[in-house]
Antibody, heavy 117, light 110 residues
Framework: QVQLVESGGALVKPGGSLRLSCAASGFTISDYFMSWIRQAPGKGLEGVSHITSSGSTKYYADSAKGRFTISRDKAKNSLYLQMNSLRADDTAIYYC??????????WGHGTLVTVSS | QSVLTQPPSASGTPGQRVTISCSGTSSNIGTNTVHWYQQLPGTAPKLLIYNNNQRPSGVPDRFSGSKSGTSASLAISGLQSEDEADYHCAAWDDSLNGQVFGGGTKLTVL
């Protein structure tokens, strides 16, 4: 069955960096559009970044442009999000999601990123 | 500020029918399909409705979706206590070239 398991979330100081990982099983990530979606405490969902199945197109929300980088490793069947220059407003649960018909169908359980001094 | 607009809260008593609205624009809901997600407390979102009104396998037929113009709605009939959750709408936005979400609606079963 489809499973997505995120890891890498942590408490980090403003200006710091983190690399989130999402290990997929039950399907091949390079066959699907994949994304990172975050949810700040008590807030709604925000699409942060996505990568098309071909890998040729990567999208970043304005809040992530220039600071975050999405990538994938076909051999490890994993998706990554490198986050640099972290700010307090990046504090959120970060979900990895597989897309079907343009929008997420399966979500991971999420990993918590807290940016605080 | 979310791109799609949902009421922050909704409520109903067991057995009642409740609806949750989701308002967008011509570049998202007006042009593309809407998905709905259910997020139980402390868990990840789960796909509830796709392509405006289709239910994935395992989702009870008490849940239904509709779309008209630049708005969509989720209806829950025969409300049950286990339906208490946050509900999120989502659509693709052609102007932003990305997925957009509503702010979520917290459903309380009284």
């Amino acid at each position: 069955q489809v499973q997505l398991v995120e890891s890498g979330g942590a408490l980090v100081k403003p200006g710091g960096s983190l690399r989130l990982s999402c290990a997929a099983s039950g399907f091949t990530i390079s066959d699907y559009f994949m994304s990172w979606i975050r949810q700040a405490p008590g807030k709604g969902l925000e699409g942060v970044s996505h990568i098309t199945s071909s890998g040729s197109t990567k999208y970043y929300a304005d809040s992530a442009k220039g600071r975050f980088t999405i990538s994938r490793d076909k051999a490890k069947n994993s998706l990554y999000l490198q986050m640099n220059s972290l700010r307090a407003d990046d504090t959120a649960i970060y979900y990895c999601a597989r897309h079907w018909k343009g929008l997420p169908d399966y979500w991971g359980h999420g990993t918590l990123v807290t940016v605080s001094s | 500020q979310s791109v799609l607009t949902q009421p922050p809260s909704a409520s109903g008593t067991p057995g009642q029918r409740v609806t949750i609205s989701c308002s967008g624009t011509s570049s998202n809901i007006g042009t593309n399909t809407v998905h709905w997600y259910q997020q139980l407390p402390g868990t990840a979102p789960k796909l509830l409705i796709y392509n405006n009104n289709q239910r994935p396998s395992g989702v009870p037929d008490r849940f239904s979706g509709s779309k008209s113009g630049t708005s969509a709605s989720l209806a829950i009939s025969g409300l049950q206590s286990e339906d208490e959750a946050d509900y999120h709408c989502a659509a693709w936005d052609d102007s932003l070239n990305g997925q957009v979400f509503g702010g979520g609606t917290k459903l309380t079963v009284l």
